[in-house]
């Protein structure tokens, strides 16, 4: 608080009324922005995917030629789309429920605790969510893609 | 700040409640313990990860009733999501309402189906 009345604080440009095109491809964005609108990013890729992964859970748990079905549409593909088309709306969704899991545990600490909503932790705290969410995305896509 | 009361509010709004951004908090901490759980009995089971394994998660009476409390707990946080972004980036009414409804009906169809589905393992 004492810094934003502190008097020596040079001019920032002010942004109103901002022009999608103009204004939000020059604005440099904070690592916390870039967590806040992935964050909203991945609830929506989730919500645009939910039947598949309601088609997901169908398959793999109703029974074993179900689960047989389940496999070959990531192996050999499903209505037309190839496999590895299906592995990357896999890989999308891990990235969105890494993404929106570890972001979404900032924000409840930032809504439980006052000395997390700090200029410090809001940066920190944005490079933990990527530096975690990131690699674990890597190493599961890895995975899906049979690279070990 | 434009006028927002009387004949004039916003009946596409968020009801201006403390409750929904509750909810959303509190559904969001649900599925966090969900997810644990399943991973937990996933890394802690013995013999190989397959359909045995995955269907037998979900046998319980007790992981059905658990199971189903998240998809409930994920239709009203995905609504709660998905109706601040609306209302964040959709000004026009009549386009809101629109995705509005398009959202709560997706959402239905989807836990409808996850719900038949769950109980048929």
Not at chain 1, 77 to 96: C, D, E, H, S, V
Not at chain 2, 16 to 31: E, K, N, P
Not at chain 2, 58 to 80: N, R
Not at chain 2, 108 to 114: D, F, N, R, S, T
């Amino acid at each position: 608080m004492t810094e934003l009345a502190s008097p020596q604080r040079p001019k920032r440009p002010e942004f109103r009324n901002i022009n999608a095109f103009k204004d939000l491809t020059t604005y440099r964005m904070t690592p916390a922005a870039w967590v806040s609108i992935l964050h909203r990013g991945s609830g929506v890729i989730m919500f645009i995917l939910m039947p598949f992964v309601i088609w997901m859970f169908d398959t793999s748990i109703s029974s074993e030629i179900s689960f047989g079905h389940f496999k070959d549409a990531f192996n050999s593909g499903m209505l037309g789309l190839p496999g590895f088309l299906w592995k990357l709306a896999a890989l999308a969704l891990i990235w969105a429920y890494l993404h929106h899991f570890v972001a979404g545990l900032r924000h409840l600490w930032m809504d439980l605790s006052h000395d997390a909503v700090t200029k410090e932790f809001g940066k920190s705290s944005a490079f933990a969510t990527l530096a975690v969410s990131l690699p674990l995305t890597l190493v599961l896509g890895a995975k899906l893609f049979g690279l070990y | 700040m434009s006028v927002n009361y009387g004949y004039k509010r916003s009946a596409v709004g968020a009801h201006y409640g403390v409750r929904d951004w509750l909810a959303q908090r509190v559904t969001a901490a649900l599925m966090v313990l969900f997810t644990l759980l399943v991973l937990a009995r996933i890394i802690f089971s013995s013999g190989p990860i397959g359909y045995d394994l995955w269907a037998g998660l979900f046998a319980a009476q007790w992981m059905k009733g658990l199971t189903f409390a998240v998809i409930i707990a994920m239709l009203y946080h995905v609504w709660v999501g998905m109706r601040n972004i609306f209302m964040d980036y959709v000004k026009p009414v009549l386009l809101r309402l629109t995705l509005q409804i398009f959202a709560i009906v997706w959402l239905l169809v989807c836990a409808g189906w996850g719900i038949q589905v769950l109980w048929r393992v």
